[in-house]
């Protein structure tokens, strides 16, 4: 009977999913939403993702290079229609080899496994993973330790900091498991690495909440789908797990 009451307060709460394999949401209402075992759910280039020992496992190599950044994405369940998420808490694991990688979210499909949209920020350099990237629009957004505001008008204004990058990322293990946690709430998004704030982001920019194709590519989103990135260049390797979710009432104002 503790998963009947666990779902029932999540339900109350606002952040009931439907259950996955058979799962309750956990003590905190989050859902996995990777199975562990395959790609159901989840759509990418067959060519570079690949479900293998309980991760989702992006790699590229010299015989079958990456041209172009390229993604998996998350096509959603019976709560999350087309994988659309508008206010959301994500934990993601995650280890990277070597190269370049990202979380994409509230972002745009754009067909042939092309996203655009924020992206948290996957690389093995302290001081830089952790910060807040806008894939194919507005380009690096926020540092590590940086508490931001995007004006209207695209104005960039640091509010106050966080503490220093470097401090702030000390606790990142390169080529070992790490930790993201990324909450987003109406225009206002955190990033979480290893328990740790990185970056704080109210974003004024924004294209309208229910605009989900076609959008004005200088701007944020308020929803969008959830992805994860391989980027062009050379041979790398990167795997995610425990990838669970948290939807999240609506912000009123």
Same mark, same amino acid.
């Given at each position: 009977?503790?998963?009947?009451?666990?779902?029932?307060?999540?339900?109350?709460?606002?952040?009931?999913?439907?259950?996955?394999?058979?799962?309750?949401?956990?003590?905190?209402?989050?859902?996995?939403?990777?199975?562990?075992?395959?790609?159901?759910?989840?759509?990418?280039?067959?060519?570079?993702?690949?479900?293998?020992?309980?991760?989702?496992?992006?790699?590229?190599?010299?015989?079958?290079?990456?041209?172009?950044?390229?993604?998996?994405?998350?096509?959603?369940?019976?709560?999350?229609?087309?994988?659309?998420?508008?206010?959301?808490?994500?934990?993601?694991?995650?280890?990277?080899?070597?190269?370049?990688?990202?979380?994409?979210?509230?972002?745009?499909?754009?067909?042939?496994?092309?996203?655009?949209?924020?992206?948290?920020?996957?690389?093995?350099?302290?001081?830089?993973?952790?910060?807040?990237?806008?894939?194919?629009?507005?380009?690096?957004?926020?540092?590590?330790?940086?508490?931001?505001?995007?004006?209207?008008?695209?104005?960039?204004?640091?509010?106050? =900091?966080? +503490?220093?990058?470097?401090?702030?990322? %000390? /606790?990142? #293990?390169? *080529?070992?498991?790490?930790?993201?946690?990324?909450?987003?709430?109406?225009?206002?998004?955190?990033?979480?690495?290893?328990?740790?704030?990185?970056?704080?982001?109210?974003?004024?920019?924004?294209?309208?909440?229910?605009?989900?194709?076609?959008?004005?590519?200088?701007?944020?989103?308020?929803?969008?789908?959830?992805?994860?990135?391989?980027? =062009?260049? +050379?041979?790398?390797?990167?795997?995610? %797990? /425990?990838? #669970?979710? *948290?939807?999240?009432?609506?912000?009123?104002?």
């Amino acid at each position: 009977m503790r998963w009947q009451a666990m779902l029932a307060l999540a339900f109350v709460a606002g952040l009931a999913l439907p259950l996955a394999a058979g799962e309750a949401p956990d003590d905190e209402g989050f859902v996995p939403i990777f199975n562990g075992t395959d790609l159901t759910g989840w759509d990418g280039d067959p060519t570079f993702w690949s479900a293998k020992d309980g991760c989702i496992r992006g790699e590229s190599t010299p015989e079958k290079p990456c041209k172009r950044n390229t993604f998996c994405i998350w096509r959603g369940n019976d709560a999350v229609k087309d994988g659309i998420l508008k206010d959301f808490e994500m934990k993601v694991s995650f280890r990277i080899q070597n190269g370049n990688s990202g979380i994409q979210y509230r972002s745009q499909d754009c067909g042939n496994w092309v996203v655009r949209g924020y992206q948290a920020e996957v690389e093995n350099a302290k001081g830089k993973v952790g910060f807040l990237y806008h894939e194919g629009g507005r380009g690096w957004l926020v540092n590590v330790g940086e508490k931001m505001v995007i004006h209207e008008d695209g104005k960039k204004e640091v509010v106050a =900091s966080l +503490g220093d990058k470097m401090e702030l990322t %000390k /606790d990142y #293990k390169a *080529k070992d498991w790490n930790h993201y946690r990324i909450v987003c709430r109406g225009n206002h998004i955190q990033h979480f690495l290893n328990g740790v704030q990185t970056i704080d982001l109210v974003d004024n920019q924004l294209n309208p909440i229910d605009v989900v194709k076609g959008r004005d590519e200088k701007k944020g989103a308020l929803s969008g789908i959830f992805a994860l990135q391989i980027h =062009s260049g +050379g041979p790398m390797v990167v795997e995610f %797990k /425990d990838i #669970k979710l *948290k939807l999240l009432p609506p912000v009123t104002k």
